[in-house]
DNA sequence: CGTTCCCTTGACACCGATCAACTCTGGTGG
DNA sequence: CCACCAGAGTTGATCGGTGTCAAGGGAACG
């Protein structure tokens, strides 16, 4: 926690992180994707942080067994939601993305069971634990809303089980993509076929419960068949019907029946 | 959901199921586990169920993509939570028990992505739509324990995807093994190093991503092991310790720390 | 310009999948 | 009481996907 950088609320330098609206940008469409909510419900979202943090890449945002004080939710930038093993092994059970909250939970169960890590620079917002308690009483469509979120979460879970129980790497790592894929376009950060994709080959394998090299391979293998480009920490997808049907991708896990751009271009 | 059989609320034949109060006693004592409960409370929960209903074995009690207009919670009885993919395969994300809810989510999500089956013969609670969406604003005390509930089984399915990731079929058996004997005794169903497992080496074998061959294989070289002893459903477990330190077990997950019992023998 | 990650590639071992046959058990009906 | 049957458990032989170990290459960064 300590040594990260809190960030001005006027502006920062690069312009991706113009001001602190934009910055809330991902959450609003997030937590909006089922429900509108007013204009005041959005600036009640707006000032939720008590704070807004840089964090580097690869620095814990949470141990496994801390206490938080706040709940933390991302700004800008990618996270994991990993399980450490007693023999050191490391299985990721989530990506984290813009508008993703790290602790939702730790209001109630007070203590992680896991721990949250950075995969590259990122933006943190803090959110004090007493508005977290009150925010429901006064805001029932925002409790709805955040009730909502965190149940997708759980149903994403589920999927990650049967992509690791029940798929080959191959599929998995397809499934994975379309999931990340669908998921950045709800909230509004990219609008073709390619996707940013900030991880090193050993974060998927953890993901994926395989060994880098094995990663390595499939992406190899995935790269041959023709239903991805990488380069650059940029995925493209040529063909995503393709790449749905090899995975056997279906969006009904994500609840997006009602999906409706709330952002505007 | 047509061919159930209702159950008289006053008294069906066998010592089990003896009388309604009964019948939610796991679910009261795993509400209570983390915050004492009123009785008041308690009488509301026990008066939650406008329905019970006996379920066969094997029939599903939620399909896939279903709608269902009440809340389903095991009184009696084992059942599993699944996804099914497209080829066929089956991948069980959660074993329900006694005082497990089904759908706790369906009230905001409205549709199910995934199937409950039952494993064993069950008995049913039917909880409307609408008392669960009423009871938070009535009873806090039980928004709190039913929420809680909810990230503790969210925590089980992260569990559940470091087991099938990263630990080979005989540690993922174990600590499988550790898990149900944990809540099993949680709810006030055990009181010994023994529990019942009263399922198919299918079933095991499609909860940790494995085939029903490998399942057998596994649960032999438990045996020869001398860490489980199995016949007739029941699973003796020699030397608990041993167990939990072979499948890597820690009970912080299940957020126990104030775990005491809330049952009386 | 050297260090440090990260990616890449090869050879080989092993865990778990697959296919197939057989046994055991409990239930059903003659 | 016995014959039959279906579902579950058991076992062996073989195959393939992943893990493991090891070495080298390339790009970013101080």
Redesign the interface.
């Known amino acids: 926690m300590t040594g990260f950088q809190t960030v001005p609320h006027g502006a920062p330098g690069t312009a991706a992180y113009r001001s602190r609206g934009d910055l809330t940008h991902a959450l609003i469409a997030k937590l909006g994707a089922a429900s509108d909510l007013s204009a005041s419900d959005q600036q009640a979202v707006r000032e939720l942080c008590v704070d807004i943090r840089r964090v580097p890449a690869k620095k814990n945002i949470l141990r496994p ?1 801390e206490r938080p004080s706040h709940v933390h939710v991302m700004l800008s930038g990618w996270a994991a ?1 990993y ?1 450490l ?3 050191g ?3 990721i ?1 989530a990506f984290l993305i813009p508008g993703d909250f790290c602790d939702l ?1 730790v209001t ?4 992680m ?2 721990g949250i890590v950075t995969l590259t620079p990122a933006v943190v917002g803090y959110v004090s634990g007493a508005d977290m308690e009150e925010l429901p009483h006064k805001r029932p469509n925002l409790l ?1 809303a955040l ?2 979120a ?6 994403i ?6 992509n ?4 080959d790497a191959a599929q998995g790592m397809a499934h994975l993509f379309c999931e990340l894929h669908t998921r950045l376009q709800l909230v509004g950060l990219i609008d073709d076929d390619s996707l940013p994709l900030p991880v090193t080959q050993e974060d998927l394998a953890d993901a ?2 395989i060994t880098p090299v094995h990663a390595n391979r499939t992406l190899h293998k995935l790269r041959a068949a023709g239903l991805i480009r990488l380069k650059g920490g940029i995925l493209e997808i040529p063909d995503l019907p393709a790449l749905k049907a090899f995975a ?1 991708f279906t969006l ?2 994500l ?1 997006q ?1 009602q999906l409706k751009r709330t952002w505007d271009r």
Chains 1, 2 share one sequence.
Do not use: F, P
């Open positions: 067994d939601r399980v093993q007693k023999d092994s490391r299985q059970v939970h109630i169960l007070g203590r069971d896991h709805r009730w909502r965190g149940l997708i979460d759980e149903s879970l589920r999927a990650w089980i049967a690791i129980g029940r798929r994926l419960g056997g009904g896990y609840h029946a």
